[in-house]
């Protein structure tokens, strides 16, 4: 998924440790591997646009399924149908140049999160409009922590930390603590601008920090709104802390394109329990 996961467990015996983190990273593989829009092989991008229904895998389908719920939660703020314009933005960020005014256009009319139809139970997926192509970039991750952390709860482990990216899963604290000391790295690579300390919840970050250009002497994100088709340009960052990473890695980036002013009640109105804004 372009970035890097690990688990921090504690536990009595190293090998059993190892043997239950060997499987949860075997899970977050299974997700990349269907998810991911990075392979243009995965069952993602295998998905057909402006025709039938089609089945998919148990696994995409429970992914496709809350990632449409948690994009009519956020009022399309959070949109993964954005896939057009993401590939946009890339050749963006790798020419320097923004994307023509008719491309962009074009990529624009073929997103639309209301044009996803999913239905769970039949594990069925429309993509309605012609030229439709999904980006699960803002939840897959949290998705997959989430995963990974069920994973090693069947195994025993309550004392787990799930890092995928920017985003985090946390069990129970470590021996002898009261939660895990979490570094919160908004504008600065080198140190974090407040440590809080958390335990049986999720905590996501997203912001400009680490992905973004400069074109034309203007910083733009690398997360888009779907109103205007471009990178945000609000220099802002966003921590949420929700139950789970699937609510919190969605929520942080809608709380971004939602803006500074109305980020901490948009987020804490869908599922936030806390709602972190920098600018």
Known sequence: MG?????????????????????????????NAVASDYLPDSELMRLPAGGAAVGVSPLLAELLDVSRTMAERCDGVFDPTLGPLTVLWRESRRT???????????????????????????????????????????????????????????????????????????????PGKTGWKVGLKTFDVEKPEEVVELSNCAVSTSGDLHQFVEIGGKRYSHILDPRTGLGLTERLAVSVIAPTATVSDALATACCVTGAAGAEEFGLKRGATRVIVRK
């Open 96 to 174: 320097g140049e923004l994307p023509a005014a008719e491309a962009r256009g074009h990529a624009m009319a073929a997103c639309g999160w209301r044009e996803l139809e999913v239905d769970g139970k039949a594990r069925t997926v429309r993509l309605k409009k012609p030229g439709m192509r999904l980006d699960l970039g803002g939840i897959a991750k949290g998705f997959a922590a989430d995963r990974m952390f069920e994973v090693m709860m069947k195994h025993g482990f309550e004392r787990t930390c799930i890092a995928a990216g920017g985003d985090l899963r946390l069990g129970d604290p470590p």
């Open 3 to 31: 970035t890097r996961f690990a688990i921090i467990c504690h536990g009595t015996e190293e090998a059993v440790a190892k043997a239950a983190a060997d499987e949860a990273f075997a899970e977050g593989e299974k997700i």
